[in-house]
């Protein structure tokens, strides 16, 4: 049976699988990252677990992988396999297709940026299958995005396509960890939020999850909270839409998990802020944390110029 192997590496754990060219996982599996070790130690960990990956494939199938797919946090030059910047992990210009390569005994990898791995799966397997033109938006930790067009993602002539977390909505704003004032990402992130209930409720252990539940059970404080990062978001959806014309944003991460206490008021408020633009539908992402995993599998088989279809 062919197969390829899928991994996405996040900041603090990866996950990974042998898909099989319909699309179906065939083997799932889980490690840490080993951050705190350093980036050496992550390095080890990705290479470790990729050859793990395909000790379990060859043993279970009799072959080896058809290729490998590797999605990771930061800066992607996906022509030349480098990972230029990677800061949660500690990486500058890593070679990490050569190293990937190298230690699968020449098995073809593919590298990608998480996100738009992601993005890749929900426009084809999630949320976005069958749309011409999608943004992916995930708000977590940060914020990123995926421009997808016609069943790929557009990577951008420096592997940066997509940083819609870091476009300015408030330039009086707080200070964002790319050293500028007023992101998005330090305004409406999960983690943006979690601080702002934090300090609003009292409560340092106070997360964006609490927020929402409080925001659905009537708390003034946690209102006013969530609006505030909501007013951000929509500044900074109707800028993308403005730009690239989207038919559909698909919204994930952990904020997406409080449903219509999010998504109603979203709605709202960026058809308040569009002129003349069409509004595209803005709808919740489908696949979750497999996101990235289904779409470094789907980067593999793009690879090898295999159609993937929905399992």
Not at 155 to 165: L, M, R, S, T
């Amino acid at each position: 049976m062919r197969y390829a192997i899928a991994l996405d590496v996040g900041g603090t754990g990866m996950k990974a699988a042998l898909m099989g060219a319909d699309g179906g996982l065939l083997h799932q599996a889980r490690r840490p990252t080993r951050r705190e070790d350093g980036p050496q130690a992550v390095t080890a960990a990705v290479l470790d677990f990729a050859a793990e990956l395909r000790r379990v494939g060859v043993e279970r199938y009799g072959e080896e992988p058809a290729a490998a797919g590797v999605a990771v946090p930061g800066i992607v030059d996906e022509v030349d396999g480098q990972v230029a910047y990677a800061a949660n992990l500690g990486w500058r210009d890593l070679p990490l297709r050569d190293l990937l390569e190298e230690r699968l005994a020449g098995v073809r990898v593919a590298l990608g940026h998480d996100v738009r791995a992601g993005g890749l799966a929900e426009g084809r397997l999630g949320a976005g299958a069958g749309v011409d033109r999608f943004l992916f938006v995930p708000l977590g930790t940060g914020i990123a995005g995926a421009i997808g067009i016609d069943g790929r993602v557009e990577a951008g002539a420096h592997g940066g396509a997509g940083e819609i977390g870091h476009v300015i909505v408030r330039p009086d704003g707080p200070l964002c960890g790319c050293g500028a004032r007023g992101c998005l990402e330090a305004l409406a992130s999960a983690s943006a939020v979690g601080r702002a209930w934090a300090a609003a409720s009292g409560d340092p252990t106070a997360g964006a999850a609490d927020a929402a539940r409080a925001v659905a059970a009537g708390d003034p404080r946690a209102a006013a909270v969530w609006a505030d990062a909501v007013d951000a978001l929509a500044a900074g959806l109707v800028t993308a839409v403005r730009l690239l014309d989207p038919r559909m944003v698909i919204v994930g991460g952990g904020l997406a998990e409080a449903g219509d206490v999010l998504f109603r008021p979203l709605r709202d408020a960026v058809a308040d802020r569009v002129r003349f633009q069409r509004l595209p539908s803005i709808v919740p992402a489908a696949l979750g944390d497999a996101a990235g995993c289904l779409g470094a599998g789907l980067l593999a088989w793009d690879l090898l110029s295999v159609e993937v279809t929905t399992p």
